[in-house]
């Protein structure tokens, strides 16, 4: 097993990965912008533009467990520091550091675009149940146990 050629390959991969990675965190950052603008067909359009990354990604995440498991190695964070640590270069050592870096912005991205959307879609039903005059007149709260619902002076009236 030459541990070197491995690492010059899992290199390769990880290099592939962090330029899916930096474009999809463009475009959530874009995402972010539509959402706030609630600009519906744009979101539409970079929904689509992710798509491919994220297939990109996953494929690229096979390889690399191919290319592990066909020479012996497991895919695991243990075989990892090992490839890079005969690795000849620091280079793969920065590479997956960024790498995981980048994953965990990417996450926090994403948690804070969907709570976003799930604030929005809150903010539109309240909008249309005024609009269709179906809100009712006491006002939505959470209750004891946290849960939110329509409470009147006497209790629950409806939970949503």
């Known amino acids: 097993m030459d541990m070197s050629r491995i690492a010059q390959d899992i290199g390769q991969i990880l290099n592939q990965e962090l330029l899916c990675l930096e474009k999809l965190d463009e475009l959530l950052g874009k995402e972010h912008q539509a959402i706030k603008t609630s600009e519906a067909e744009y979101l539409q359009q970079i929904l689509q533009q992710k798509q491919p990354y994220i297939i990109q990604l996953h494929q690229l995440d096979q390889k690399r467990t191919q290319t592990l498991t ?18 000849h270069s620091p280079d793969l050592g920065n590479t997956w550091e960024k790498l995981k870096a980048a994953i965990r912005k990417l996450k926090l991205s994403n948690e804070v675009n969907g709570r976003l959307i799930h604030m929005r879609k809150n903010t539109n039903d309240s909008i249309l149940k005024i609009l269709l005059g179906t809100r009712h007149s006491s006002a939505e709260t959470y209750g004891s146990n946290g849960r939110a619902g329509m409470y009147t002076k006497t209790g629950l009236s409806a939970v949503v």
Do not use: E, F, R, Y
């Not at 895919?75 to 490839?83: E, L």
């Open 70 to 87: 066909c020479n012996g190695l497991s895919p695991d964070k243990d075989t990892m520091h090992q490839v890079i640590a005969h690795a």
